[in-house]
C-alpha cells in the first residue's frame, strides 16, 4: 500500500513510476499487513473527530437553551464533520486512482495557465500570512496531456504544505521549467524542513514527521501520498530533498505532450 521512496542521494528521495504506489497485486503477508495498518490508521483518524461531534451533540442535548454556548458545540460539530468529509474523500481518492489514467479524462493543458490561476487565487492569503511568495514561470506556454483538475490539486498539496510548514518571514516560490521531454514543476520554501531520517516515509499514507505539530496544523498525513499517486498516475514522478531548520524543495516531473 505504501508508496516507495528510492534513496538516491543523501538527503534526496525519488518516487518513480505508478506501478510502485499501490497494493501489491499478490495475496502476500506483507500485502495483508498493509492494508491492516491502513486499515488501522483510517479508523483510529475517523474517530477523533467522530467523538468530538459526539461528546458536542450529547452535551448539546443535556443543557438548557444557551443559544452562545449551543452555537459553539454546533460549529464543533460542523468542523468535525467537515474534517471526516475531507479524509473521506482522501481516503476514496487514494483507492480508486490506482494506475496510470485512461486517455479520455486527459486534455491539453497549458502548465503556465494552470500555475497562474493557482498563485493568483493563493497570494492574497500566504501575504497576509506573513510569507512571500513569489514564481518563476516561461514567457511561452508549456503543454502536456493531463486532467488538470487532478494535477491543480497535486500543485495545490505542495504549495499548502509549503505554506503550513513555513514560519511568517519566510518565503516560498513556485517554478516551472522545461527539459527536451519534461516539464519540471518545483516548490520550494525555506521553512522548518524535514529530518533525513523521515525524508524516506513523507510520501508514505498517514506519514507525519511530527504527529503532533502536524496535527495541530489539520494535515492526516495524506497530502503527499495523493499528490504522488496523481503525478504517477500521469507517467511522472515526485521528488523532494530538505535540511532541516533550512527548507524543503519539491519536485515535480511531467511528460510534455509528444
Ligand atoms: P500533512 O497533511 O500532515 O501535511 P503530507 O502528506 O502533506 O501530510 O505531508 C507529510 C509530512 O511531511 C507532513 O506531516 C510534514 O511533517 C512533512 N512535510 C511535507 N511538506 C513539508 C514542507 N514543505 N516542509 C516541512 N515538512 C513538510
Redesign the pocket.
Known amino acids: 500500500f505504501l508508496a516507495l521512496g528510492v534513496p538516491m542521494t543523501l538527503g534526496v528521495i525519488g518516487v518513480t513510476g505508478w506501478f510502485l504506489g499501490g497494493v501489491a497485486m499478490q495475496p502476500t503477508r506483507r500485502a495483508y499487513d498493509q492494508l491492516q495498518r491502513f486499515t488501522a490508521d483510517a479508523s483510529h483518524e475517523l474517530r477523533a473527530p467522530l467523538a468530538a461531534m459526539l461528546s458536542n451533540a450529547q452535551v448539546g442535548l443535556l443543557s438548557p437553551d444557551d443559544s452562545a454556548q449551543q452555537r459553539l458545540r454546533l460549529e464543533k460539530i460542523v468542523a468535525a464533520a467537515k474534517s471526516m468529509g475531507a479524509l473521506i474523500s482522501n481516503l476514496l481518492f487514494l483507492s480508486r486512482q490506482e494506475g496510470p489514467l485512461d486517455a479520455a479524462s486527459l486534455k491539453q493543458v497549458d502548465l503556465v495557465v494552470m500555475l497562474r490561476s493557482l498563485i493568483d487565487d493563493q497570494t492574497t492569503q500566504v501575504t497576509a500570512q506573513g510569507l512571500t511568495f513569489t514564481s518563476q514561470l516561461p514567457a511561452q506556454a508549456v503543454i502536456l496531456n493531463a486532467d488538470p483538475d487532478l494535477l491543480r490539486q497535486a500543485v495545490m498539496?505542495?504549495l499548502?504544505?509549503?505554506f503550513?510548514?513555513?514560519s511568517p518571514g519566510g518565503s516560498v516560490q513556485l517554478r516551472l521549467s522545461t527539459s527536451s521531454r519534461f516539464a519540471v514543476i518545483q516548490?520550494e520554501?525555506n521553512?522548518?524542513?524535514?529530518p533525513a531520517a523521515?525524508l524516506p516515509h513523507?510520501?508514505e499514507r498517514f506519514?507525519?514527521?511530527?504527529t503532533a505539530?502536524?496535527r495541530q496544523?489539520?494535515?492526516?498525513?495524506?497530502?503527499?501520498?495523493?499528490?504522488q499517486q496523481i503525478i504517477a498516475a500521469h507517467r511522472g514522478r515526485i521528488t523532494?530533498s530538505?535540511a532541516l531548520e533550512a527548507?524543503?524543495t519539491?519536485q515535480i516531473e511531467l511528460p510534455l505532450k509528444g
Do not use: E, H, P, Q
Not at 191 to 194: F, S
Not at 217 to 227: R, V
Open positions: 498539496n505542495l499548502s504544505n509549503a503550513k510548514y513555513t516548490v520554501d521553512g522548518i524542513g524535514i523521515d513523507i510520501f506519514y507525519r514527521v511530527d505539530r502536524s496544523t489539520g494535515g492526516f498525513g495524506l497530502g503527499l501520498a495523493i499528490a523532494a530538505s527548507g524543503s519539491f
